[in-house]
């Protein structure tokens, strides 16, 4: 029982000492200590350990045993204290709560004394104002019946006065009164339940009823509708008529103006009907010089008889312009087939030049629901290209207005459209006029280019801008900017259509067409074109002019990429919203990069193809019976030289073009295997469809319709390891003819320069990286191979290639016998690191990505699997 009762005394004791960490934080926060006692997380056993971490130290335990013992008595005497302190506590608060709540009742108390007293303040006040509020409210009601009184006898006599008047005529008065007695029956409308007031109410509405009739029989008397003269004319009578027609029903004043417009308009439908010459298109001057006169007639005659509100003068224009349209429509169905593309703009221009007329006289305020405002003004008109009609000083700003959000066009012409829209239906006689001219446009280029030659090296010519492609889509703003102005709708996707269409035609014609060829039988772009000859074979090299031909045609191709672009946005600028989805002109930028990238493989095969003899001597030559190594070897004289005539031709007439200069140094060096953009695909199936009807039918497969760039470093590579077998001495001057041509290459970008300029960062990684290959291979060759476990590991640190077929390359270069090259092959593929396993584990050792020899192995297979289809 005494250990059970020691027991929960421990538990009872440890859960009143554990403090949640928030207490423990206030204590701390409030008592801060360094006492290793005083914290939460107090361990005895590691107190005891600081205390004695020696059994030398436990001589001094007596020591510590009394400091302990002190510490406790101090502590004891602290509480005793601190207990003792709050003896009385509980007597002194119930003491002050008592206290608080007498203090509590008291002020209860006078609360209620005051509540009463405010009650009997109130009450009196009530008492002492009574009467005055019974004064107010009668002469409230006093005021409000003498003001009734007052509206009733207003409004009494003034519905006599307006049917006396009314029998009269007398319309001038009439319109001021009549608008009275309509603002004083609005205050009796609450008051409708009295028979008297309903009764005022019922002769006031048949007043207006027999008003609206009157006026109109006036107006019908004055201007007739039957009659070829008009028998009336402007009176004082009619203007005040129309006043009163402002306070009348709508309907009364609608009527009005109908019967008025047709009447004036009555005319011209006779004058211009459809049986009639001057109703054709070439006499459409006649219909806007008819109206301009009658416009100036209403002004003399009958300016002041409506009210300016009316806007009666626009109001016939637009009556004008509806009945013009509707009948030029008409008269176009029946006579379709005289439209003739002249006539059609012709009258196309003078009505929009008749709709700005209008704009400039009339704010179109009865087009809309909201009458007497003015569109606002819109921005500054975009331009179909950067450059500004009225000068070249905003071209910059131009450039920056093509990065912003485009907003959408606000009309500057309410009018713009309110005829021209009959001729809508009819443009497709302008679209295809401008068919024709852009075919025969295309043409004059193509004789033009062939009489001319193509631009000649050493001139301002040279890699420049063809001038037609300038002359083109200055033609395709002028087009756009008219086709704009006749319609924003479908006539526009034709139009655009038509942009597309001979886009590429230039582009196949102008551009490619007139690339020099690479084989003499050659019609024109091929897959022969495109793809490395069997080595070996002789490929003519490019002439100067003809270098400067492909970069002129590479700056012009690049333009056109560009100002397509430009094309497409203002395309969809001046097309309406609801068809800008399909304005896409992608596929003929497409067709323009494949032209760039066309031009570039085409300078890349000339100077590979120019340096392949030297390349082809380097693999035949004896390397094993090199005795010495001395300056470079004549093939690598051999490609610096056409290197050094190459590439500053091309540098100078890529000059406006830098990162295309980039792309051919980096094509030159690299091997890569670029598919063709999908607008080409097309192109190529044709292409190899006029070599052999069963061109390519065996498989469709992307992967074959690729460009195959094998360029100049994994050829050197190639070529390294045809070099077989090679002795030590012969393996250094290879090495040093590596680094030689390494040199050459890094300094490409730059290489006859007068200015030097740093090569690019991409550039020169590529180059390092290839170049760097060879110099391993050497390397590898040049160690001793034996020991073989050495050799394998040197080759595996150096190379990092897994691939069998590259180690049994390098043993073929050091002339070893077959045996033990299989001994050494095995061993190989036993100190193959393992590939670590997982998806995102990357190995060691190139296994997956292609070394240049592989992949120069590859394009090999590539072009005999093409070639033996296309045979």
């Known amino acids: ?52 971490p020696t059994e030398q130290s436990l001589a001094n335990i007596d020591e510590v045993v009394n400091k302990i013992r002190l510490k406790i008595r101090r502590l004891d005497d602290n509480i005793r204290t601190v207990v003792r302190g709050q003896t009385n506590v509980g007597q002194d608060g119930r003491q002050a709560l008592e206290e608080a709540q007498k203090a509590i009742q008291q002020l209860f108390g ?64 009439v319109a001021n009164l009549l608008q009275g007695v309509v603002n004083v029956l609005e205050h009796f409308q609450k008051y ?26 006036d107006f019908e008397e004055a201007f007739p509708s039957q009659g070829s003269k008009r028998t009336g004319g402007p009176s004082i009578v009619l203007r005040d008529a129309c006043l009163v027609a402002n306070v009348l029903d709508p309907r009364i004043k609608q009527e009005i103006i109908k019967k008025f417009i047709r009447q004036h308009l009555s005319e011209y439908l006779v004058l211009f009907q459809e049986n009639q010459d001057v109703a054709w298109l070439d006499k459409i001057d006649r219909r806007y010089a008819w109206i301009k006169r009658q416009l100036v007639d209403y002004e003399e005659k009958y300016g002041r008889m409506f009210p300016e509100e009316w806007c009666m003068t626009e109001r016939i224009a637009v009556e004008f312009c509806h009945i013009t349209r509707t009948e030029l429509a008409k008269l176009m169905r029946t006579r379709a087939r005289e439209i003739e593309v002249k006539l059609l703009l012709f009258a196309i221009q003078r009505t929009t030049n008749f709709e700005g007329l209008l704009a400039k006289r009339f704010t179109g305020s009865t087009l809309s629901d909201s009458p007497g405002k003015r569109p606002e003004t819109p921005l500054e008109p975009t331009n179909p290209f950067l450059e500004d009609e009225s000068g070249d000083d905003n071209a910059s700003e131009k450039d920056e207005d093509l990065d912003r959000p485009k907003k959408p066009k606000a009309p500057d012409n309410p009018f713009h459209g309110i ?68 319609s924003t709708g479908e006539p526009m996707i034709a139009l655009a259509t038509i942009f597309q269409k001979y886009l590429r035609e230039y582009a196949w014609k102008i551009l490619s067409g007139n690339l020099p060829k690479t084989s003499t039988n050659s019609g024109g ?103 010495h190594v001395g300056d470079q070897s004549p093939y690598v004289t051999s490609v610096i030289m056409h290197i050094k005539q190459n590439v500053p031709i091309i540098r100078d007439n890529l000059a406006a073009t830098r990162k295309y200069f980039t792309q051919f140094c980096i094509k030159f060096t690299k091997s890569v295997l670029e598919p063709f953009p999908t607008s080409f695909t097309c192109r190529l199936y044709r292409v190899a469809f006029s070599f052999h009807p069963g061109a390519l039918s065996v498989s469709n497969s992307p992967a074959v319709l690729c460009c195959v760039f094998s360029s ?160």
């Not at 009143?16 to 928030?22: A, D, G, K």
């Not at 301002?460 to 704009?484: N, R, T």
Request: charged residues 25%; aromatic residues 6%.
């Open 525 to 627: 772009l091929t897959i022969t074109s495109l793809l490395k000859e069997k080595e070996g074979s002789e490929v003519a090299k490019f002439t100067m002019d003809e270098l400067c031909l492909i970069c002129s045609v590479l700056s012009t191709a690049e333009y056109c990429l560009a100002t397509t672009q430009q094309l497409e946005e203002k395309l969809k600028e001046k097309v309406d919203a609801s068809l800008m989805e399909r304005i896409n002109l992608t596929g003929e930028m497409d067709t323009f990069s494949t032209v760039i990238s066309n031009s570039i493989q085409l300078l890349v095969q000339d100077l590979d193809s120019a340096c392949d003899p030297a390349l082809t001597a380097m693999s035949k030559m004896p390397w094993q019976s090199v005795e």
């Open 1 to 52: 029982m005494m250990e059970e009762d020691e027991l929960e005394f421990v538990e009872d004791l440890d859960a009143i000492l554990h403090l949640s960490p928030e207490v423990q934080l206030a204590i701390e926060q409030v008592f801060p200590s360094q006492d290793p006692l005083d914290r939460a997380d107090f361990n005895a056993v590691e107190y005891i350990n600081t205390l004695f």
């Open 712 to 871: 100049f470093i994994p050829k050197f590579i190639n070529h390294l390891f045809r070099c077989k077998p090679i002795s030590m001495v012969g393996a250094e001057q290879l090495l040093l003819d590596t680094h030689s041509l390494k040199t050459v290459l890094l300094d490409l970008p730059s290489i006859g320069s007068q200015v030097l300029r740093k090569a690019p960062a991409s550039y020169t990684k590529i180059v390092v990286k290839g170049m760097t290959r060879a110099e391993m291979i050497l390397k590898v060759v040049m160690a001793p191979h034996e020991p073989l476990v050495v050799f394998v590991d040197n080759y595996i640190k150096l190379l990092a290639d897994g691939n069998p077929e590259t180690f049994q390359k390098i043993l073929d270069m050091k002339g070893l016998k077959r045996s033990e090259q299989n001994s050494m092959l095995e061993l190989f593929r036993q100190r193959l690191p393992t590939p670590p396993s997982g998806p995102d584990s990357a190995p060691s050792l190139s296994f997956s990505a292609p070394t240049p020899e592989q992949e120069s192995s590859r394009i090999r297979k590539l072009e005999k699997l093409i070639k033996k289809r296309i045979q």
């Open 110 to 173: 006078k609360i209620k004394d005051i509540k009463d007293k405010a009650e009997k303040s109130e009450q009196m006040v009530k008492e002492i104002t009574r009467d005055i509020k019974q004064l107010d409210h009668a002469k409230r009601h006093l005021t409000t019946s003498i003001t009734t009184l007052n509206h009733l006898h207003m409004l009494a006599g003034g519905v006599d006065s307006l049917e006396a008047m009314t029998r009269k005529r007398q319309y001038g008065e």
């Open 419 to 486: 005829i021209s829209k009959c001729f809508e239906p009819h443009l497709y006689v302008y679209i295809e006029s401008q068919d024709k001219n852009l075919g025969e446009l295309i043409d004059r280029f193509v004789a033009d280019f062939r009489a001319q030659g193509p631009p000649k090296s050493g001139t301002e010519e040279g890699g420049a801008v063809l001038p037609s492609c300038a002359d083109l889509f200055v033609y395709y703003k002028k087009c756009m900017v008219q086709c704009s102005q006749l």
């Open 192 to 217: 409708m339940g009295i028979p008297q007031i309903r009764q005022l109410s019922e002769r006031v509405k048949a007043a207006q009823s027999e008003l609206g009739t009157q006026i109109l029989a």
